[in-house]
């Protein structure tokens, strides 16, 4: 029996003024606002790297307003690709 809405997951770095503003707990409460899972850390190169799994339409949403990013925030450029669904539970800021 096929699921109604299967798990989509979504890899994304965010480039930008996007550390030290707060944006990963921005990236964490919007992921937990969508029901969605996965994590999120800071890279040593001054991006954001995050992973999200849940519904597509949620998946695209969170990636739709990280483009925007918090108003601390200053977003360059942000890249999305998929990746493979984990079934993971809870969404988590991690150090890099």
């Given amino acids: 029996m096929a699921t109604p809405h299967p798990l989509t997951r979504r890899h ?40 999200a799994e849940g519904t597509q339409a949620a998946v695209d949403e969170f990636v739709r307003r990280l483009r925007h990013g918090n108003p601390s925030a200053r977003v360059s450029e942000i890249v999305a690709a998929p990746a493979t669904p984990k079934g993971e539970l809870g969404f988590e800021i991690r150090r890099g």
Avoid: H
């Fill in 12 to 51: 994304v770095v965010v480039r930008g003024s996007v550390q030290g503003v707060g944006f990963r707990w921005f990236a964490k409460e919007l992921a937990e606002s969508l029901s969605l899972s996965g994590w999120v850390l800071n890279r040593k190169d001054g991006s954001v790297e995050a992973e």
